[in-house]
Structure formats: structure tokens, C-alpha cells
């Protein structure tokens, strides 16, 4: 199973963007998916979860300005990030949890996509 991750860029504070997150190869089924992003000098934090039924949670700090969706007959993830902030400047990773070839279900991780907010 791969992910690709992509919708990254530059924005100002205030702007929007989604992110994506496919994922490919041999999938037997999904469980949750996850968005977690890592700013510069900090750990890795999660942003976004969303279970196979569609239930939601989110950080505190985008709740209200972040939406995690998915489509699971694309087996893709998004993110739909409105109202940025500097502080959300960080680089996004998409994790989903699958049942792969080897017929166990395992959690998987995207590349990562920069996210740069700027003031």
C-alpha cells in the first residue's frame, strides 16, 4: 500500500487549501484515517481523524476551520483547511489504517505535504 500526499503550497494567513491523500496498491479494506503535521522544531502532532463510519475528531486547534473527509471507493483522504494561520505552517501526513497483500491490517503513512502559511 502507498499514499501519496499533495495540496500543499504556500498561502496567506486567511487563505484555504486541501490536502489529498490517495492510497494505492493491494487494499482489502480501511479502517481510520489520519492527518498529523509536524512544525519546525516540534513533534509530530495529530490534526484530524475520521473512522470508516465517517465520525470525526479534530485537535482543538483546527476545530471549526479544518474538515477531514474521505472517499472510500478512492481509498483517498482530504483536508480541507480554511482560515489559515502562521502557526498552522508545518508539514501535513496523511496515515490510514489497512488491510494490505499480506492480509494484516497495518497502519501506513504518506511522504508528508508542506503546508507555509505566511502573515
Known amino acids: 500500500v502507498q499514499l501519496q500526499a499533495s495540496g500543499g503550497g504556500l498561502v496567506q494567513a486567511g487563505g484555504s487549501l486541501r490536502l489529498s491523500c490517495a492510497a494505492s496498491g493491494s487494499i482489502f479494506g480501511t479502517k481510520s484515517m489520519t492527518w498529523y503535521r509536524q512544525a519546525p522544531g516540534k513533534q509530530r502532532e495529530l490534526v484530524a481523524t475520521?473512522?470508516?463510519?465517517?465520525?470525526?475528531n479534530y485537535a482543538d486547534s483546527v476545530k471549526g476551520r479544518f474538515t477531514i473527509s474521505r472517499d472510500n471507493a478512492k481509498n483517498t483522504l482530504y483536508l480541507q483547511m480554511n482560515s489559515l494561520r502562521p502557526e498552522d505552517t508545518a508539514v501535513y501526513y496523511c496515515k490510514i489504517h489497512a488491510l494490505g497483500g499480506g492480509l494484516s491490517w497495518r497502519h501506513y503513512w504518506g511522504q508528508g505535504t508542506l503546508v507555509t502559511v505566511s502573515s
Open positions: 475520521i473512522t470508516a463510519g465517517g465520525g470525526t
